[in-house]
């Protein structure tokens, strides 16, 4: 079954979206203050870039040719971004708990 028209342009779109809301997440978080870092701070940094990583394979993934006739790249993609998705969320939870 074919995926719907726009599916490739909406996951590109939510995924650059989120990547923005990351970094702007991080910005605001204070990644570059000058106090020392604890794990808590190691695991929300590794978190958010791990979910940049997923986010931006989303975009590669959605947006690599296929061959006629062979299975849409779609359903990986949507996953990609569903991990990514997850692992920004996880890593503001951490961030604001304490």
Wanted: a positive charge.
């Amino acid at each position: 079954m074919r995926a719907p028209t726009g599916s490739v342009v909406g996951l590109c779109s939510a995924s650059a979206t989120m990547s923005a809301m990351g970094m702007a997440f991080l910005g605001y978080w204070g990644v570059h203050e000058p106090t020392p870092w604890n794990m808590r701070d190691v695991v929300v940094v590794c978190l958010a870039f791990l979910s940049f990583f997923a986010l931006g394979a989303t975009i590669w993934i959605a947006t690599t040719p296929v061959p006629e006739g062979a299975i849409e790249r779609i359903a990986p993609a949507r996953r990609s971004f569903a991990a990514g998705l997850v692992l920004m969320w996880l890593g503001i939870i951490v961030a604001i708990t304490r």
